[in-house]
């Protein structure tokens, strides 16, 4: 069935409009209030501006069935929180060194000192300064960027992106690569699927509706989850997993608590020691394999390596048999629990979901590849309904894609700096400059970093190791910090840049991250705060200063950069901008064959014809690949290997803390918001607790507890449930910190307490979730949470000579931009950055780059002539196969 344009264009054009009746409610004859169309992360909706007031956020409700408290009552609290950076501020010591000519600028006193206002001029004037003096003394790749990802906002002029633009634009800076989402799997995967999966939708939710009769979930929570995404949420799949629900498919949730998710889809629970799942699958494929329900004709025809992996299974390497026993030892379920599990599996068509959290792990890898091995021994991979796919909880994991090209930006160009770190790896990187590291089979060098520049990302809260952060830091001359609030990243800072929030500023974004269905204009609804400006424009000041402003902008102002990367979307063909921008929301039709897109479905019907992205063309439950990299904590197939900690080799008074994502905000956006009171407990985070180690503790409902280990503190409201398991406490990630005497978190944050880790040498990824822990009552707190209030300043405006800064030094960094990229390098560089830095060109072969952009595409909504020349780009720097 095909739709025309203009028949669409009808149909949306009046549900636009009708969605304005509703509004008539709020609208007075003596009142001047008026409703401005936006979009973000949390969702999309009007706001409601009165006297120049943004007075409340009014949910869309006929684009997004299930509207969060984010929206009706997050927004307007946080624009106005007392935590705004509403003027540009440099820390006291900082400013008395570049005031007296010295170079101690007192590293160790950051987050424990008053900031000094001062005006934009003094402050761009200190950042340029700084700059020039970093490069001048260690070059460009003594700068780090600690903006990797776009989550500061969905539009398409994220902080990130213009600031890799703008240093890429004067030689280029060191950077992050990977992230704490899912950068485990994102390594592992293309080596066992061939491609990230991470970030891959997944199988239709009609196909799961026909014929899925099993649904596990490992770890995952789409309910919670799936309340925010990248770009803007409609909340899409919720209707649809309740229709799932509805048809009698069966939810079985693999989890130390249960979640809302396992409420709400009426989930069979099945409790689990923490960073165990490996050992729990194991046993599964043990057991299918013994008692002879595997599918050995999958096995032989679509998977490589198999008989080594059941010979592991039989203890035939080690000498243990990994038997459903051995498991419950383990895990904590019991042996006829896992044997029950492996049969229904066996015999019903079942689809695996695996979280993003349950990598975020000691051997991170290994759960992921045994899902995956025991998917491949009962046969379901590729199959409509069943297989194996890690993106259910993200994205609305499900939807159906509409074939649309999404809004694009301005490209970030190509980094003249050869020199990364791995997002969890900050604090190694700054304690051991030079040490030599691995990374997908890779060696490589930690840069020496003198200078941090951060744009739109709190990388002081979700950095693990809190302490040591700090301690490393310290090392670092200079570090500056572009956000709207006083983030811990902005209390950890010298220079403070306030930047503008979405309502204060024009922007596009696409919906959702799978669907591409949606267009979302984010009009200004108020006028900027304080003298906060918009990350385009602080960028173009900078390169101004720097002699790149042509390059940096492209000669566009920011509303033609919207209404360029507009017209390249495919909504384009279906509303023209001005009605667009008019009503706030443009579609695109979702067509019907996507009703039936299995992931992994062509690979199945074809593997000679659809081979995947593998050195085999097949699933390997063996890797040659990695068996070469010889890393002794990460074999060449799915293995049991013990975590550092957990309740396996934890003392009697340990628990083990896991840390998902919060329920009512975006990791730590929304956590200074009004809506906090809904769920904390004396304004501080709050820690499940199961009703026994209560008990254990002499602790009750809502009292304060301290939860501490050698790395630090934290002082939280208990929060006693039978819904978390004994000797498992739950304390979400992403609280703001507030310091006490004694150096413990009055707040909170629980990655005072997490460990720096690495997951292993092949992915160097985050382990925040094997972290053990002691608690107690609390009979010490002092006084309230100060989190949210802000950092003392001094209010006096403090004046220095800019002419001092030497910025003339500038002159001779000038470099040409895109003028000499190829074509495919721009659209790139422009398009396929996964919401993150974009991947380097040589962190894949060509067949991996091919399955990756399967997905990648997609997200980033390029055409076919367009994929054809990012692909040539990417073939002429892909790794060897």
Sequence with gaps: MHISRRKFLKSTSSIALSSLAPLSAYAQADRDVQFIPHA??????????????????IPRTEFDPRPTKMISEGIVSRTYSKTRVLYPHVRKSYLEAVQNGVEDVKPERRAREEFVRVDWDIALGLTAKAILDTIEQHGNE?????????????????????????????????????????????IIMPHVLGDMEVYSRQTAWWQILKHCETFVLIGTDPHKNGRAEGGTTDHSMFPRWEVIKEAGVRVISINPQRTTTDEWLKAQWLKIIPNTDTALFLAMSTHVFEKGTYDKDFLETYTVGWERFVDYLQGKDDGI????????????????????????????????AGSWAIQRAHHGEMPYWAITAFAAMIGQIGLPGGGVGFSWHWGQGGALFAQARAPGGLPQGRNRVVGICPASRLNEMLLNPGK????????????????????????????????????????????????????????FSDIVLPATSTVERDEISSGGTYSKDKVYAMRKIIEPLGESLDDFEIFRRLAAMFNVEEQFTNNQDRMEIIQTSYDKSTASEYMDFEEFWETGVARVPQPPEEFNWVRHGAFRTDPAANPLATPSGKIELFSQTIADMNLEDCPPMPTWLEPAEYLGNAESDQLHVVSPHPYNRIHSQFAQSDLRHELNIEDREFLLINTDDALDH?????????????????????????????GVVSLYEGAWFSFDSKGR???????????SRRSSGLSQATTANSCLARLRKATDVEGPNMAYNGPATISEVVSLDVASFGLERADGLQEEFTSNMDPGE????????????????AAHTKAQWRSITASMFPNAGVDEEQQALILEFLDKYAKPD
Aim: hydrophobic share 40%.
């Design 40 to 57: 973000g992360q949390a969702g999309v909706f009007w706001g409601m501006v009165e006297n120049g007031e943004l007075v409340k956020a």
């Design 142 to 186: 003594a700068i780090f960027s600690t903006s990797y990802g776009g989550w500061a906002h969905g539009g398409v002029l994220t902080p990130n992106v213009l600031q890799g633009r703008f240093f890429n634009l004067i030689g280029g800076a060191s950077v992050t690569v990977g992230d704490f989402s899912g950068g485990a799997g994102q």
């Design 321 to 352: 048999h990994k038997t459903p026993e051995w498991a419950a030892a383990i895990t904590g379920i019991p042996a006829n629990r896992i044997r029950a599990l492996a049969n229904r599996c066996a015999r019903t068509r079942t689809q695996f």
């Design 436 to 491: 030599e590291f691995t990374r997908n089979g890779g060696t490589f060098t930690f840069p020496d970093v003198h200078m941090i520049y951060n744009a739109g990302n709190n990388f002081g809260s979700h950095q693990q190791d809190t302490n040591e952060l700090l301690k490393a830091m310290e090392k670092v001359k200079t570090v500056v910090c572009q956000d709207p609030w006083w983030t811990a990243a902005a209390q």
């Design 698 to 726: 002499d602790i009750e409902d809502g009292d304060l507890v301290e939860l501490y280990n050698d790395r630090g503190a934290v002082i939280v409201g208990a929060g006693v449930t039978d819904n978390i398991m004994p």
């Design 745 to 755: 978190c009055n707040s909170g944050a629980i990655n005072m307490l997490t460990s």
């Design 826 to 841: 721009k659209l790139f560089y422009e398009y396929c950055t996964l919401c993150h830095v974009p991947q380097d060109p």
